[in-house]
């Protein structure tokens, strides 16, 4: 699979989303049983759109781009949010909303940090797995005929396990 499909393809279709969406008469956000804000669906959309966005650009042969990522995120998310704000102001029943733009720009925000915070997140997470101890049911014909290590059940080996982990067991 190419850079380009796998990275920058899935945020051009997002931004076609989008406009796609803004482009609908009287949009009404969906019933999902909570009475949550339109700026919540817009921090959302652009969270994620922030996040693709950042993949976009991160993963470039282009050395400027992938050193200027997260900014260019910022920037290139923040303009296209006021496209769109632009872009509702010519769609009967949809208005464009300076705190629907303040709440694009809070998503986008949300991304970049959390993209140039992945590495971190992803170690904090596998730290955290490591201490969960699989789940073993009481009784398991399976378990009198094999090691747990060997078991499908477990995803768990034993280096998985931190060292106070083994030596305290």
Same mark, same amino acid.
């Given at each position: 699979?190419?850079?380009?499909?796998?990275?920058?393809?899935?945020?051009?279709?997002?931004?076609?989303?989008?406009?796609?969406?803004?482009?609908?008469? #009287? !949009?009404?956000?969906?019933?999902?049983? /909570? =009475?949550? &804000?339109?700026?919540?669906?817009?921090?959302? %959309?652009? $969270?994620? *759109?922030?996040?693709?966005?950042?993949?976009?650009?991160?993963?470039?042969?282009?050395?400027?781009?992938?050193?200027?990522?997260?900014?260019?995120?910022?920037?290139?998310? #923040? !303009?296209?949010?006021?496209?769109?704000? /632009? =872009?509702? &102001?010519?769609?009967?029943?949809?208005?464009? %909303?300076? $705190?629907? *733009?303040?709440?694009?720009?809070?998503?986008?925000?949300?991304?970049?940090?959390?993209?140039?915070?992945?590495?971190?997140?992803?170690?904090?997470?596998?730290?955290?797995?490591?201490?969960?101890?699989?789940?073993?049911?009481?009784?398991? &014909?399976?378990?009198?005929?094999?090691?747990?290590?060997?078991?499908?059940?477990?995803?768990?080996?034993?280096?998985?396990?931190?060292?106070?982990?083994?030596?305290?067991?």
């Amino acid at each position: 699979m190419s850079s380009f499909v796998k990275y920058q393809l899935p945020a051009i279709l997002y931004a076609a989303l989008i406009f796609t969406l803004s482009s609908i008469p #009287s !949009l009404s956000p969906p019933p999902l049983g /909570l =009475h949550l &804000s339109d700026k919540f669906y817009h921090f959302t %959309e652009y $969270a994620l *759109f922030g996040y693709l966005c950042s993949r976009a650009f991160y993963y470039q042969s282009n050395r400027v781009l992938r050193d200027f990522a997260l900014i260019l995120v910022l920037v290139v998310g #923040s !303009l296209y949010a006021i496209s769109d704000e /632009l =872009h509702q &102001s010519f769609v009967p029943g949809r208005y464009p %909303e300076v $705190a629907d *733009f303040v709440a694009d720009v809070f998503g986008l925000i949300l991304a970049v940090v959390v993209f140039g915070q992945r590495d971190k997140i992803r170690r904090r997470l596998r730290r955290l797995f490591r201490r969960v101890k699989p789940y073993r049911p009481a009784s398991s &014909s399976s378990r009198m005929t094999e090691p747990a290590s060997h078991n499908a059940e477990f995803a768990f080996q034993q280096s998985d396990f931190s060292r106070h982990d083994r030596t305290h067991s």
